[in-house]
């Protein structure tokens, strides 16, 4: 099994910084894309950035310019970096992991429980 660890949620005011850090466990053989999702009170989840294993990377529009998202293959984390946070970034932030669990042949979706990310003055 595959376990999804996500932590550096909280509260910042409007302009602040975050860092969001998660972290994949357990019988891992492979990891491919690592994401990070967003689901706010009333709304769709949607996805915020994602990063492949080669490191190519994307955004949602609403983030461009302000979010960066990293990853350690090595270490089998996955990494946000947010700037210039606005009250509308107020959400649950979810972790995403797209992996092969050691003696299977099906890759999997995994997804962390979730850490809140609170922007307001």
């Known amino acids: 099994q595959v376990q999804i660890v996500e932590s550096g949620g909280g509260l910042v005011q409007p302009g602040g910084s975050l860092r969001l850090s998660c972290a994949a466990s357990?019988?891992?053989?492979?990891?491919?894309?690592m994401a990070w999702y967003r689901q706010a009170p009333g709304k769709q989840r949607e996805m915020v950035a994602d990063?492949?294993?080669?490191?190519?990377?994307s955004y949602a529009d609403s983030v461009k310019g302000r979010f960066t998202i990293s990853r350690d293959n090595a270490k089998n984390t996955v990494f946000l970096q947010m700037n210039s946070l606005k009250p509308e970034d107020t959400a649950v932030y979810y972790c995403?992991?797209?992996?092969?669990?050691?003696?299977?042949?099906?890759?999997?979706?995994?997804w962390g429980q979730g850490t809140q990310v609170t922007v307001s003055s």
């Open positions: 995403y992991v797209h992996a092969l669990s050691k003696g299977s042949a099906v890759w999997r979706d995994y």
């Open positions: 357990g019988s891992i053989f492979s990891i491919s894309t």
């Open positions: 990063i492949t294993s080669g490191g190519s990377t």
